[in-house]
T-cell receptor
Framework: DSGVTQTPKHLITATGQRVTLRCSPRSGDLSVYWYQQSLDQGLQFLIQYYNGEERAKGNILERFSAQQFPDLHSELNLSSLELGDSALYFC????????????FGSGTRLTVV | GESVGLHLPTLSVQEGDNSIINCAYSNSASDYFIWYKQESGKGPQFIIDIRSNMDKRQGQRVTVLLNKTVKHLSLQIAATQPGDSAVYFCADILTGGGNKLTFGTGTQLKVEL
């Protein structure tokens, strides 16, 4: 157990739907990162939050959004889902804003049918 | 980092042998590098890191070598064990240039008994 908790572990939904993925960082970690892992794109950085504020943005689609709440948990919202959004979505956390030795969660496997 | 293709390079080694996993990075300005291990069904796990002002760094049974001239990184695992079977990713970052890790092509390490 890495200490980073992601729910749900598996999610199957239809195209056009909206889902929310949840992440609880390790105790004491203030930074949360979201990554997408698909077969053809590998691990791609989506977005980072630090202590509730957005800090860095990667290849995140406009249909996707995220936020970090006062209790430091984070949610990744995926809307108007397409087949190509099927992937593993990982959350990672670190203590400082620029600590790159992230601790990853076990991921949420999203399948869009 | 490089994009991940559908088929990961595979390295098969005998238990007890040393393993060498290679990685090429593309951004010559990257100044921090990390190796991650990803076991089936789990998130990436931090193994070891190295800064660009170093050529070599050793951990427990692992050594990372950095050759900035040819933009090449390698991970050496001594006395490979069955538990080392996993996909290994290198990642690089340009500190101060955003907080995203760029992951390279993964390598599937298979340890044969």
């Amino acid at each position: 157990d890495s200490g980073v908790t992601q729910t749900p572990k598996h999610l199957i939904t239809a195209t056009g739907q909206r889902v929310t993925l949840r992440c609880s960082p390790r105790s004491g970690d203030l930074s949360v990162y979201w990554y997408q892992q698909s077969l053809d794109q590998g691990l791609q950085f989506l977005i980072q939050y630090y202590n509730g504020e957005e800090r860095a943005k990667g290849n995140i689609l406009e249909r996707f959004s995220a936020q970090q709440f006062p209790d430091l948990h984070s949610e990744l919202n995926l809307s108007s889902l397409e087949l190509g959004d099927s992937a593993l979505y990982f959350c990672a956390s670190s203590v400082r804003e620029s600590n790159y030795g992230y601790t990853f969660g076990s991921g949420t496997r999203l399948t869009v049918v | 980092g490089e994009s991940v293709g559908l088929h990961l390079p595979t390295l098969s080694v005998q238990e007890g042998d040393n393993s060498i996993i290679n990685c090429a990075y593309s951004n010559s300005a990257s100044d921090y590098f990390i190796w991650y291990k990803q076991e089936s069904g789990k998130g990436p796990q931090f193994i070891i890191d190295i800064r660009s002002n170093m050529d070599k760094r050793q951990g427990q049974r692992v050594t990372v070598l950095l050759n900035k001239t040819v933009k090449h990184l390698s991970l050496q695992i001594a006395a490979t064990q069955p538990g080392d079977s996993a996909v290994y990713f290198c990642a690089d970052i340009l500190t101060g240039g955003g907080n995203k890790l760029t992951f390279g092509t993964g390598t599937q390490l298979k340890v044969e008994l």
